[in-house]
């Protein structure tokens, strides 16, 4: 038996997730008389993730909502910048996007990526584990009832990526500070300390290490550093132009101290070409 028939409209931005012939105009949508009106829009497509305001005949309701005979909906767009409660603002990316998990580890936000794919149930449930944002551009996995908290990467480039991400969650920025292969953080060493791990060229020729305090790892100025840098400065540009426009100035800019660098790592990317470099980002510069 067929159940009540209501009206769905979305918002322009959402369009992409929508058949095409409920793109546009407002369309009508017959359900089953019980379930939710989450999952009547889920079932067209739309990850929850990516709704904000859910509205019926001009009132706000929760995603817990139960259509009636004849209701008009209307689906909103995700609010910008958006606030993840209940925990530090954290990431975990999908097997797909490894050159964004490192770019935003460059930045020094904290994004946990997995470099084998462990299937869509261990992945919604790691994200409920250690209560990280999930990152995808699969749809399917963003519609996981196990899931804490999601987000559809709009873009398969990851310079527009990075963008979106920033733009949508304005994390706090502590550039050179994290290792860009594990996600562990830099801590400042002595040449002396590390003598015994560094080629001769690199003996000679560098004074200033970090090393990972997770995977031990080693940093320091490397060859494709000017490409890296300007990685890091856009996104700092980026988000100090976000923060002067939110009178709350909720997050922010964290420089990294002095003594902390990124660098060429000795045991992958000593002889990457410029665009390897850029692509991976397993390098970076001291910070003056």
């Not at 995603?63 to 910048?81: F, K, L, N």
């Not at 709009?154 to 994390?171: A, T």
């Not at 970090?210 to 940093?219: G, H, I, K, V």
């Amino acid at each position: 038996m067929n159940g009540p028939e209501i009206t769905v409209g979305f918002a322009p931005g959402l369009a992409l997730f929508l058949p095409h012939e409920r793109r546009g105009a407002p369309s009508s949508l017959t359900t089953d008389g019980s379930s939710t009106l989450g999952h009547a829009v889920e079932s067209l497509g739309v990850p929850l993730t990516e709704v904000g305001r859910l509205v019926v005949d001009g009132r706000e309701v929760a995603a817990s909502h139960i259509p009636a005979q004849g209701e008009t909906v209307d689906v909103y767009e995700v609010e910008r910048p958006q606030s993840v409660e209940g925990a530090p603002l954290r990431f975990l990316l999908d097997v797909h996007l490894g050159t964004l998990a490192r770019r935003l580890r460059l930045l020094g936000v904290d994004a946990a990526y997995l470099s084998e794919d462990i299937g869509d149930p261990a992945l919604a449930t790691y994200s409920a584990r250690d209560r990280r944002v999930l990152l995808s551009r699969d749809r399917g996995l963003l519609r996981r009832r196990e899931l804490w908290a999601g987000a559809y990467v709009y873009s398969d480039r990851p310079e527009e990526q990075l963008r979106d991400v920033l733009g949508r969650f304005r994390p706090e920025l502590r550039p050179w500070t994290r290792c860009t292969a594990c996600n562990g953080t830099l801590t400042s060493v002595t040449k002396d300390d590390v003598a015994h791990l560094l080629e001769e060229g690199t003996r000679r020729t560098h004074e200033v290490f970090a090393q990972c305090t997770a995977c031990e790892r080693l940093y320091w100025s490397g060859a494709h550093h000017d490409k890296l840098e300007a990685i890091v400065a856009q996104a700092l540009a980026m988000r100090a132009g976000s923060a002067a426009a939110t009178a709350d100035g909720e997050g922010g800019v964290h420089p990294a101290p002095d003594d902390v660098i990124a660098a060429n790592s000795e045991r992958v990317t000593a002889h990457l070409s410029a665009d390897e470099a850029t692509a991976d980002i397993e390098t970076g510069r001291q910070r003056q």
